[in-house]
């Protein structure tokens, strides 16, 4: 006869967690821009009357930190000159310093930059962007920025809008599965004992036990409790609560435990960190720990009287520190999901 005991819980997010994330080291973006040159240009003829103008480039961006990067650019813009009635076309590469702030996907930069049209000029430049993740590897970003001309003192500016990709080695959280067993009485040898068990006749309550069994001090036989759990770390973008296709499969090895178990049922708890309203966390909790149980009810046919869910919002961190690294491990989805069934103790 088998004894069920269950318990789970589930934590959340932006993050480690983490049944998956990515150790960035390297981003190749593709972009395309507009630069707008300075007014006064427009009426020299020495710079050809130009106007504006459309560039494609790539960058090369490495991550440094939690807060720096380093990028390095080319592209190649058309621009119109002589009162749009003409083009020209030029090249523009540098480097930048790049400041991400704090559990935000916002960011700062400044930088030096060579610009080749119709003259040639160095020019220093700062701006903002805003970083939008679409997965672990890929992300969009847009960019506004001024150049300074500090050859001929003129001030150009730009809006910017690309795609990059993230490189670096993934890191996945194991499932484990951890057998224990429930402590054995002592075997008490006596004089008579008609089955061999170790037991004494006139104590012995359980007559003919196999041979090959352990018994208690009244010859009965011994049995064990063999506990099995699997252990589960879902992880969410920041402010989502989208389930990445990645971690799916994680999700199946939960519902795989539950099919086999049929008795269990499981309460899936979501966790925040700190950042955000109270009142947003606990919801955005929520909302994570349904996302999970929805796939485990519409994918993968778990009843859902089985399943409840539960959101703590910030309440229970696992790092209480103010800095990126806490906020990633705080937010996460944590599951947990045992059973213990007994099994006949055999002699060695």
Request: glycine share 6%.
């Amino acid at each position: 006869m088998k004894a069920f005991k269950i318990s789970l819980l589930a934590a959340l997010i932006s993050s480690p967690l983490t049944a998956e994330t990515i150790d960035k080291t390297w981003e190749l973006g593709v972009f395309g821009d507009y630069i707008k040159s300075s007014s006064n240009k427009e009426a020299i003829m020495d710079w050809y009357q130009i106007e504006a103008g459309k560039s494609i480039g790539i960058d090369l961006q490495k991550i440094i930190n939690d807060y720096w990067n380093v990028r390095f650019e080319i592209a190649g813009t058309r621009y119109d000159i002589d009162n749009g009635t003409d083009k020209d076309y030029g090249i523009r590469g540098g480097v930048d310093a790049i400041y991400k702030l704090e559990d935000s996907d916002l960011y700062m930069f400044a930088g030096v930059k060579r610009f080749s049209n119709a003259k040639s000029y160095n020019a220093l430049n700062v701006g903002a962007g805003y970083s939008f993740e679409v997965n672990d590897r890929l992300s969009f970003y847009s960019e506004a920025a001024i150049y300074k001309d500090v050859d001929y003192g003129y001030i150009d500016q730009s809006l910017k809008l690309g795609l990059k990709y993230a490189f670096g080695d993934v890191k996945q959280a194991a499932v484990s599965i951890k057998p224990t067993l429930a402590a054995v009485s002592a075997v008490v040898a006596k004089v008579v004992d008609s089955d061999n068990d170790g037991v004494s006749d006139n104590i012995d309550r359980c007559a003919d036990t196999p041979v090959t069994v352990k018994v208690d001090s009244m010859g009965c036989t011994l049995y064990s409790e063999q506990a099995v759990e699997i252990k589960l770390n879902i992880a969410f973008a920041h402010n989502s609560s989208i389930v990445e296709p990645a971690l799916v499969d994680d999700i199946q090895r939960l519902a795989d435990f539950m099919k086999e178990y049929t008795n269990t049922s499981v309460e899936i708890e979501g966790h925040t960190s700190i950042t955000g309203t109270t009142d947003y966390n606990l919801m955005m909790s929520k909302k994570r720990a349904e996302s999970v149980k929805s796939i485990l009810v519409n994918k993968f046919n778990i009843d859902a009287s089985r399943l409840t869910t539960k959101g703590y919002g910030q309440t229970q961190l696992l790092s209480t520190d103010n800095n990126i690294a806490a906020h990633k491990l705080n937010r996460r989805v944590v599951a947990k999901v045992a059973t213990s069934v007994k099994e006949v103790v055999t002699k060695d």
